[in-house]
């Protein structure tokens, strides 16, 4: 039986067809679910093994990115929410997702301390929005990452600065808990941009829980997942043709996905 993912909507959220999409492709049934909706009862998070939070702008990010969503959530949501962790499931935030739990305090919760908010994500360094691909290194074992070192994928985001207290940071990488960072990789070179794209510290770019079964990450590996999303596909595509190499139709990022379905066979 394929496993179940519940992908969240909501005001605001653009990045769900390209979520499901991605989880479908691994093995996984995914059902786009409006918020309201699981308000309301008409679904129920209990009956699925997986849950997105996808990424776009929910509620305009108009009291800061996620937070009004997170908030919803937690007022509406929470106690089903908290009983979902507590079992052998899955989480994963992208992008406005990943601001989304971290306002709800699903990461890092240190000491699982779940629904404490402990680092923030920050309006980027530039003061601008970034549209752009970067590189990234693998830094802990969670199910989400298995068997995979590196990969490239999209960011974009006004508000991906990772934050955290000295103290936090200290706990979280004593614990492992930093997930990916930013890195100068071949994506960057061939663009020629700096490898952290906002100024996060210590160049985070996604972060666990301490079960490492829920992910939060700034990067879109749903919008990278095609070898032909790569800003330098024309260039790889001519290097594997002279070296009569097959190119390829997927990225490493879509192993995120395909991980998570596996986690559940």
């Known amino acids: 039986m394929k496993p179940k993912i519940l992908v969240i909507s909501g005001y605001g959220i653009n990045c769900e067809e390209e979520t499901k ?3 479908d492709l691994s093995g ?10 699981l308000i309301n009862g008409i679904k129920k998070i209990e009956n699925f093994q997986i849950i997105a939070f996808p990424g776009g702008f929910a509620y305009g990010d108009d009291t800061g990115a996620g937070n009004a969503f997170a908030q919803r ?18 989480i994963i935030g ?48 969670s199910p989400w990452l298995n068997n995979l070192e590196n990969f490239s994928a999209v960011v974009a985001h006004g508000e991906g600065k990772f934050f955290a207290t000295e103290e936090v940071l200290k706990q979280m990488k004593i614990k492992g808990l930093v997930a990916l960072r930013y890195v100068a990789g071949e994506i960057c070179q061939y663009q020629n941009l700096p490898h952290n794209p906002n100024g996060a510290l210590d160049g985070i770019a996604g972060i666990t829980d301490e079960t490492g079964r829920i992910l939060g990450l ?5 919008r990278s997942m095609f070898f032909t999303q790569r800003p330098d596909w024309p260039y790889l595509k001519e290097k594997l043709n002279r070296e009569k190499k097959i190119m390829p139709k997927y990225t490493k990022a879509l192993e995120i996905f395909k991980n998570a379905i596996k986690y559940f066979n």
């Open 21 to 23: 999409e991605a989880f």
């Open 28 to 37: 996984g049934k995914s059902e786009i679910v409006h918020i309201n909706d």
């Open 73 to 90: 959530v937690r007022n509406h949501l929470w106690e089903k929410i908290k009983k979902f962790i507590q079992k052998d499931k899955l």
């Open 94 to 141: 992208i992008c406005n997702g990943f601001q989304v739990i971290a306002n709800l305090g699903l990461i890092p919760a240190l000491n699982f301390d779940y629904g404490n908010r402990q680092i923030a994500l920050l309006h980027n360094e530039s003061a601008r929005y970034q549209n752009r691909w970067v590189d990234l290194k693998i830094e802990n074992k």
């Open 218 to 222: 700034m990067p879109h590996p749903e």
